[in-house]
């Protein structure tokens, strides 16, 4: 897709269709809504005394212009209400615009700067918005079909801003929105393939694609190397595989002159069938999936070079399958991870948390801090937050602070969930030093709990990202298929933290 900024009169605009605005509940219109309003004969006045267009956040209207103006069609956009409007209402509404316009065959498009009057948005932080909600809503993954996609795209979007002393700040944040979106499109087509084209290997070998494309350093290990550091919770779990697993460490040095180095952690689970502890066969084509936190530090630490920000970050993904076979880990095996913790593995199925005490034993060594990992690591925080939340658990309220914040500033909804001491009993071994499941309820706790054993005294924040993973339907920025969830609050965290 294509972005255009320029001066000039949306009314005046000649392209397939231009996109004004409407906030709801509002008598008539304003800004440079009027203008097109006018032109068209009072059709968007019209529609508001009709009652036909309300202006709720993410509604649109296309109405025919009949040459009365050079573009074919206009579309208006819903921003809610004003009190309640922010940045993420124009990524929603900009989304469901993109796709409203490519079923009516538009090739091009062009904006008006939403919100930035009434709804109090700078020129740049609107641009974003822009730039981010169109890529994100026009997704789409089509890699293995043989036909060819019949569907249209809209391929040129112009914003247009009067203001020539605006155009600077509209050309930086739509340069901003699309680094933020082709990475979240990134992590997208990595959670989208299925499980015999996403290996550990093709993982790996996407990792080393971005360090070249962002001049970032790189190491994979192989499974000798991870014997060497004592990896041995990861390499119980890859036993059941014929797919080598890889340790896949990608760092970013945006700030030579600091010692200081964020770690960014991911589950790399590339298919996940529960191992000897076999999943329900509903829903286990989802498990290709189970990488989701991995993809996400990949595509966010490729933003984050794109960005140039001054900021030191590691992205960590220890990447394996977990299936069952006669070398398979079973259930009552004893592991020892790389810190010299021993663990009774009693479940299988819970081996996200087993691939990551690695991980984050390995930040620890290495003097990372902050430690923030994703991962789609409980059934029970799904059941918990539904698909619109993500859980977040910490031990320091100031990092948790920070993370919900840039989640809400990227339109990522996290809720954060309680680490009480008293649920450690529940990850008690008689043989262990700690068991790697501590039943049924309260999983999300306890499976948080466990990883905290391996992060140690670092600030640290574990995100679940088991329900939003994946969308089930189009709606605002997502679209059916895998969300990219995470990628956008990474990445508005290290721009916060590089500030």
């Given amino acids: 897709m294509k972005f255009e900024v320029k001066t000039g009169d949306i009314s005046k605009f000649k392209c397939d269709a231009i996109v004004v605005n409407l906030f709801q509940g509002v008598a008539k219109p304003g800004g440079a809504t009027v203008a097109v309003d006018a032109a068209l004969g009072g059709a968007i006045s019209g529609l508001i005394k009709t009652g036909e267009f309300k202006g709720k956040p993410g509604e649109v209207h296309v109405l025919h212009t009949l040459g009365k103006i050079p573009a074919r069609l206009v579309a208006v956009a819903g921003l809610g209400k004003k009190e309640d409007f922010k940045a993420d209402s124009v990524r929603n509404v900009m989304a469901e615009v993109i796709r409203s316009l490519a079923r009516h065959n538009c090739d091009s ?10 709804g109090g948005l700078s020129a740049e932080t609107s641009a974003e918005a822009i730039a981010e909600g169109t890529m994100l809503g026009g997704y789409k993954f089509k890699k293995h079909f043989t036909k060819k996609d019949n569907g249209h795209d809209v391929d040129n979007v112009t914003l247009l801003d009067k203001d020539a002393s605006n155009l600077r700040a509209v050309k930086r944040g739509t340069g901003t929105g699309r680094i933020i979106a082709e990475s979240t499109m990134l992590a997208r087509d990595m959670v989208n393939e299925p499980g015999n084209h996403m290996t550990p290997t093709h993982m790996a070998d996407i990792a080393k694609k971005v360090a070249e494309e962002c001049g970032l350093d790189i190491l994979v290990m192989d499974r000798k190397q991870m014997e060497k550091e004592a990896m041995g919770a990861l390499l119980g779990v890859a036993q059941g595989t014929s797919q080598p697993p890889k340790f896949i460490v990608l760092t970013y040095k945006g700030n030579p002159a600091s010692k200081d180095m964020v770690g960014f952690i991911g589950k790399g689970l590339t298919f996940d069938s529960g191992g000897i502890s076999l999943k329900p066969q509903e829903f286990m084509s989802d498990m290709k999936g189970d990488m989701s936190g991995g993809a996400a530090v990949i595509a966010a630490i490729r933003a984050v070079a794109k960005l140039g920000l001054k900021i030191n970050v590691t992205a960590i993904v220890p990447a394996t399958e977990n299936l069952p076979g006669g070398r398979a880990l079973k259930p009552g095996d004893v592991l020892k991870a790389s810190n010299g913790k021993t663990i009774e593995v009693v479940n299988t199925d819970a081996e996200g948390r087993l691939i990551l005490s690695d991980a984050l034993s390995y930040a620890v060594k290495k003097g990372f801090s902050p430690l923030i990992d994703l991962a789609t690591l409980t059934g029970a ?24 914040k840039a989640g809400t500033e990227a339109g990522e909804n996290l809720w954060q969930l309680p680490l009480p001491d008293e649920y450690k009993e529940m990850n008690k071994s008689d043989i262990a030093d700690i068991k790697n499941s501590g039943g049924r309820y309260g999983g999300a706790i306890t499976a948080a709990l466990f990883l905290q054993e391996f992060a140690g005294v670092k600030p640290w924040l574990h995100m ?21 969830f995470g990628t956008r609050t990474l990445i508005r965290l290290a721009i916060n933290l590089s500030k």
């Avoid at 498009?109 to 009434?118: D, P, Q, S, V």
């Avoid at 339907?473 to 059916?480: A, F, P, Q, Y």
């Fill in 109 to 118: 498009a062009a904006t008006i700067l939403h919100g930035t009057g009434a």
């Fill in 381 to 404: 925080c799904h059941v918990a937050l539904g698909d619109q939340y993500a859980g977040v658990f910490s031990n320091n309220q100031a990092l948790a602070d920070k993370v919900v």
């Fill in 464 to 484: 679940d990202i088991a329900g939003p993973f994946m969308a089930e339907k189009d709606k605002g920025v997502l679209v059916k298929g895998a969300t990219g």
